[in-house]
């Protein structure tokens, strides 16, 4: 279990990419604009285990002071950790769902009220 992915939720995805750019000094990224979401990449996931970070500009995903949304890699487990969520007392927000080529996810609270993901590549 590691984490592979980090989702920064923005409300203005420009602004917020120039502001990671001037921070972190990094150069322009490009922007996917799904129409229901746009998101652009600003560290990708790497063989030596460093997590990727995106920036996500989507209907209903807020940002907040109480933190990121953080994909947590199961492999070949997440089918059957997803279904000891609710076993557990937490909760499946969404279930299993493809994202094409980059693998699945779902999405659950943890019996604090955390939201987080569990990912698989396949």
Known sequence: MHAVWIEIPVKDLDRAMAFYQAVFQSEPTEVFDEGVRRTTT???TTEGGRAGISLNQTANFAPSDKGVFVYIDLGDKLS???????????TVVEEKTSMGDAGNYASIKDTEGNLLALYSAT
């Open 42 to 44: 600003l560290a990708n």
């Open 80 to 90: 059957a950790a997803l279904e000891r969520v609710t076993a557990a007392g937490g």
